[in-house]
């Protein structure tokens, strides 16, 4: 039995896997420019993250329909329970499929299709979190929220993500603004490829609750300082890293060093597909490469449970970290 955990860093449309890309194009009359899987498994040699949001753009082309966002969840929900995931907090794209005339509804109802049975079927609870498009405009992410407000029963948070570098938070004030208002919770991609002052930025302008990546922090130690002692939450994910080369090999990776500075770091799978592994993998690799042991797992596990959105649910977070602490490893 896998050790029991929570995935607050996930993007649906990264767990596209390529027989299933297929499947879709077939289905749905979309070309792809790749003759096989295996063809199209050799294009995942990423040099930095636009080498890989490149692919990811291009082969969501495929989602058309409220089906095909059904089967998508449905499948990484199976995927994720099989590996321990209890709880599963998913980030959509949607102005990647608005772009493409498919309308929010199909998407949000498609993914909710899954969603809404998960946990009689997979045994997983689940949360979803819009997230704009950091290289689209302000104005683009204003119209993004507006488009979603009759979903936003099904919607927890918003998010912020795709290229990071020359697109700073402050952008996006006034959307976190109104996010706000609606009572959502806001996350944002920070700290990835983009410097520390970007994760500072996303803290004071965006009033941010938990951390995409954050991994930059270290280069700042007034912020990993501030990070302690607020206990805001890092979703970090090492596989991810390795592949869009911010790390050079997962054995570099600083995650012991921010566990041992006292950081909130939880580790996730990102885009899974595409990045060789989802949320056990993870966990597996880091226990491997970074020699993490058993009560270092479980603290990592019991951090994704703290850092859950599940305020209006506190009888199941307290169920999922007595789930955790009763945990034997090897058993
Ligand atoms: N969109 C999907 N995966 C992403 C990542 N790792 N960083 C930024 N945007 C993304
Ligand atoms: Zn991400």
């Not at 498009?133 to 918003?158: C, K, N």
């Not at 697109?167 to 520390?196: M, Q």
Request: net charge negative; glycine share 6%; proline share 5%.
């Amino acid at each position: 039995m896998p050790l029991p955990k929570a995935e607050l860093h996930l993007h649906i449309e990264g767990t596209l896997e390529p027989e299933l890309a297929f499947e879709l194009a077939a289905r749905n009359g979309v070309p792809l420019p790749y003759a096989t899987t295996d063809d199209l498994r050799e294009a995942y040699r990423f040099q930095d993250l636009q080498s890989f949001l490149n692919l990811y753009y291009e082969l969501m082309a495929v989602l058309r329909t409220e089906r095909d966002f059904e089967e998508l969840a449905d499948a990484y929900l199976a995927r994720a329970a099989a590996q321990g995931v209890r709880h599963a907090e998913i980030f959509f794209d949607p102005q990647a499929h608005l772009s493409r005339g498919v309308a929010m509804g199909t998407v949000v109802e498609g993914l909710w299709r899954a969603l809404g049975r998960s946990e009689e079927r997979h045994g997983v609870s689940t949360r979803l979190i819009l997230c704009f498009l950091r290289d689209e405009s302000a104005e683009s992410a204003l119209h993004t929220l507006r488009a979603a407000e009759p979903y936003l029963d099904r919607i927890t948070g918003v998010g912020l993500d795709s290229a990071e570098v020359g697109h700073p938070p402050a952008k996006f004030r006034e959307v976190y603004e109104a996010a706000a208002a609606l009572g959502l919770r806001r996350v944002a991609h920070a700290g990835e490829e983009g410097p520390p002052e970007y994760i500072t930025e996303a803290l004071d302008v965006l009033g941010i609750e938990r951390i995409d990546h954050g991994l930059r922090c270290v280069e700042d130690p007034a912020l990993v300082e501030r990070l302690v002692r607020d206990r805001v939450p890092l979703t970090l994910c090492p596989l991810s890293n390795v592949r869009l080369r911010t790390v050079d090999t997962l054995a570099d990776h600083p995650l012991p060093a921010m566990l041992e500075a006292g950081l909130l770091c939880t580790v996730n799978s990102d885009d899974p597909a595409y990045f060789g592994g989802y949320a056990g993998d993870n966990f597996d690799a880091v226990h491997e490469a970074l020699g993490l042991g058993q009560e270092r797992l479980r603290e990592l596990a019991r951090n994704s449970f703290l850092a859950a959105f599940l305020e209006d649910d506190e009888e199941r977070r307290k169920r999922y970290l007595a789930e955790v602490e009763a945990y034997e490893f090897g058993a």
